[in-house]
């Protein structure tokens, strides 16, 4: 009778471990860290407008509103679409699984009261990963990633500035 009461217990504590097993540890993002960051650095509160592509879920509301000198970041696995803000470029944007990035966002900001650029992170990136777009004082950069050669991106970031 004594091993008929254990076999329950037992097989309760394996299909308990089997569990715990399977899920993240807390802080831990089960697509190794991947995440969009936005950042706010233009000096007045900006509305956020998205567009996800692909069967990607929206990283945030449309009509987010990111407030001065604020930024926020958003865990995503694998990512498609755009970011945009009124009175700047949009950031056009696709990150992959295995930390692929392809990005593009116009240089031709000059006219534009916001500028922005969207910089890839990673440890360590690989291929061509230059930052695009422009920043204050009207420095541009590549529009673009040529044949989307980037690889070991964790984060992009997008950040949004004042002419």
Request: hydrophobic share 35%; net charge negative; glycine share 12%.
């Amino acid at each position: 009778m004594a091993m008929a009461s254990t076999e329950p217990l037992a097989l309760l504590l394996l299909v308990a471990l089997s569990t715990t097993m399977a899920m993240p540890a807390a802080g831990e993002g089960s697509c190794n860290g991947h995440k969009v960051t936005v950042q706010n650095l233009c000096g007045h509160d900006l509305t956020l407008g998205i567009e996800a592509r692909s069967n990607s879920k929206p990283l945030f509301p449309n009509g987010y509103l990111l407030p001065s000198g604020k930024h926020e970041s958003f865990d995503v696995c694998a990512w498609i679409g755009s970011v945009s803000a009124q009175g700047a470029a949009v950031a056009e944007f696709h990150m992959d699984h295995e930390g692929g990035a392809y990005y593009e966002v116009s240089t031709n900001q000059a006219s534009m009261s916001v500028r922005v650029s969207v910089t890839p992170h990673g440890s360590p990136l690989q291929g061509h990963c230059p930052t695009a777009g422009c920043d204050t004082g009207n420095h541009c950069f590549e529009h673009s990633v040529p044949g989307g050669n980037c690889h070991g991106v964790t984060e992009i970031k997008i950040v949004y500035y004042n002419p």
